[in-house]
């Protein structure tokens, strides 16, 4: 387990690596949204910087207002006290894994947890933290980020016929690694099943307003069919590109026990970050308004995530790859036949085809299976003007910066089914390398 | 342990609401600052928005490179390679108990720490979360922040005896709760005791440029004596006033066990918080540069709180209470006689007299010792004008705001000794109650 810790910081490392010493490298292994911050949302936070108390552990009463919004204009009702902000969502849903199940007075057994496989690589790496034990059961093939849920159920009742406490399951919607969304007939039976084994579901939907087509896909959260036993995670990382700002949601059961669970949250919370920046959290508090920029804004970045996404979806299946067209978010997950593992698959990609991505056992998934996650939003562009410019424009694939790097993906996958180093791999080294 | 979870957030929480029902409290509960924002520093935080990439787990290199000067200047050079950035400096202080000593592929070990008696209350609520049993050791008469060595060092060796691992040793300098400077023989045996007993050190130097008279109490940190062995923690949540900003920063120990630290320390990071917000790092970049306007910020601070903290002291001992004078900071720790434990001093001073502090149980001490911890930092204003007069001003004490609070500390304070209800207290519901 402990690979797991750093296995992503690895490997974008060595990427950085190779292109200071000069070594040109298509990075499709950064889950970063690859664009610039909404100038309202600047705005805000410059606004916002005599804003220096502590505050509240469980976020400003703005934005825990603003976040209460959005969510009820999604058919979720909410009260913004059973909202907590954190410095990402991925600090919440640290603080839901110790605070999930713990006994009052005693944080050490907060129970194990189910995981999709494969899923993103932080979850199962949190866990070990706190010495929460994942367990690993797969998705349901074409899906992605819910682990399929009559699985789920032997999976559970075995660990706890051997005396394990298994209190949790976690869901991504719509997934990363693999870029799918889980069907709303298989969100219906997980909550089915969570219902019966009473476990705690946590929802990761921080890609939710990035769905590429809702009226095909249709969103389901398992809040609104177990909402009794659902915390959901959410964040501006990935919708508004606000990684570097650090700031996430969490919404809590409106539950007796999720009150409990609150306290208990506030109570990780308060003693390992407190509370995300607040200027952060003022310029949040504008952007979960959903104002109407912002919204243009998301789904400006909703079809420009979609169009890129597919287009490299489909130069690997002109590949020969077996990959799920996206669905949501900036990855795909393709299957490449000939190899014999992901980490083999990945390494050749890099070392003869100057391609980055990660292998599918950084997100747990089975060493054999030959597949790789390929996150395309760093093909945007590697100025601000560059990335502004495929945002808005009608047809980002057809800018030079981008084509470039899809004739040069193309020409790299076609070196893959001979297993030679593909010709722009070849030339890397007589031109110097371009910035990217 | 689970009740200094949330002590503080408690006694908090109870002083705003009984201030909402109209209760007039005197709010000497809560560490923070109390100051605004330097405006250069603002002005940095604003031009820095647009920085939204996730960034380098570690912090940005330029603030790093500053931190690393900010410690060079102090004697004690230092790679920036080696310093890491968190959000806030106890984030870093929870991932470095997470990373100290845990071996490789095992989180869940990670030993058991030495901790002062009184100690700022996260730190054993931290350990408590991930499973580290805290051993706690006066300190001697009169200091605070560091544990009695002698006392450290018979501990340590009973404890290992009983079969438990011990791993590091904590300190505070200058001090919170106490206010109080541990003396450089103190900190040179802590020194010689943890070289002995193979401990790490961290040193919690968060109040550091906050030392009332460096000439009268010379500061010497345990990286002075023994750089192989501690870790030092900073931020400028109080010397800068940026509790709500969330920067803080770690110097590691320039030897392999120092690099092998950032690298578990990194991993941990990079699970729970990723980095401190980027735009924040930026201005915080400013900041550890020492410019000239923000060196006289910092010095003006310092004599604020050197003056309002010897003020309160005064009026504690003139109450009877036995106090140390504070060398640093915003607290002290007074002794009250005639009580029988410190929640019962606390519970007095706030129902009786109108006075909000923190029992010093909050902070690990002996229950029956009656004492409290008092935080003096509220008391420069309620808005930004009364605090930058009090900041500017050549006789803070004189201001009519100060002045008043500090009356009706000393009022409250005289009805101690009889146990009625101050005369202020009495008056409380009689007239509507001021913002404060």
């Not at 660990?159 to 990363?176: I, K």
């Not at 084994?197 to 929802?203: E, G, N, P, R, T």
């Amino acid at each position: 387990m402990h690979v797991t810790l750093s296995a992503t910081l690895a490997a974008n490392e060595d990427i950085a690596r190779r292109r200071r010493s000069g070594e040109r490298v298509l990075h499709l292994a950064f889950g970063e949204a690859g664009l610039p911050v909404h100038p309202a949302l600047l705005a805000r936070l410059a606004d916002a910087g005599g804003s220096n108390g502590y505050g509240e552990v469980a976020g400003l009463a703005a934005l825990r207002e603003a976040a209460a919004g959005y969510w009820s204009r999604r058919e979720l009702p909410t009260d913004p006290d059973l909202v907590v902000c954190g410095p990402g969502s991925k600090s919440l849903l640290f603080g839901l894994l110790v605070a999930i199940g713990a006994d009052p007075g005693e944080w050490r057994s907060p129970g194990d947890m189910v995981l999709p496989m494969p899923s993103w690589v932080s979850y199962a790496a949190q866990a070990e933290i706190v010495g929460v034990r994942p367990i690993l059961v797969p998705t349901p093939a074409g899906e992605g980020g819910v682990p399929d849920p009559d699985q789920v159920r032997s999976a559970v009742l075995h660990a706890r016929a051997q005396g394990r406490t298994v209190r949790s399951v976690l869901a991504t919607l719509p997934d990363n690694p693999t870029g799918r969304l889980a069907r709303p007939e298989t969100v219906r039976r997980l909550a089915e099943v969570a219902r019966e084994l009473d476990l705690v579901i946590i929802s990761d939907e921080i890609y939710r307003d990035l769905v590429h087509d809702p009226q095909a896909t249709p969103f389901l959260s398992p809040a609104d069919v177990a909402p009794e036993r659902t915390v959901i995670t959410s964040g501006l990382s990935k919708s508004l590109a606000l990684g570097g700002w650090r700031i996430g949601v969490a919404r809590l059961p409106h539950t007796p026990d999720g009150w409990a669970l609150r306290q208990r949250l506030l109570a990780v919370a308060s003693e390992i970050w407190s509370a995300p920046a607040a200027p952060v959290q003022h310029a949040a508090a504008y952007a979960f308004a959903e104002p109407e920029e912002i919204v243009e804004r998301i789904d400006d970045s909703r079809r420009l995530h979609a169009t890129v996404a597919r287009a490299v979806a489909d130069r690997f299946a002109r590949a020969g790859a077996k990959v799920d067209v996206p669905q949501g978010g900036f990855y795909l997950y393709p299957q490449i036949p000939g190899f014999d593992s992901s980490d083999e698959l990945a390494r050749t990609l890099l070392d003869r085809h100057g391609v980055g991505v990660l292998p599918g056992t950084a997100f747990g998934d089975e060493p054999r299976s030959a597949r790789v996650r390929v996150a395309t939003s760093l093909l945007y562009g590697e100025t601000a003007e560059q990335r502004l410019a495929a945002l808005h424009g009608s047809d980002p694939l057809s800018l030079p910066w981008v084509a470039e790097s899809l004739d040069y993906l193309e020409e790299a996958l076609g070196g893959l089914t001979t297993k030679e180093p593909s010709r722009a791999r070849r030339g890397m080294f007589l031109a110097p390398a371009p910035a990217r």
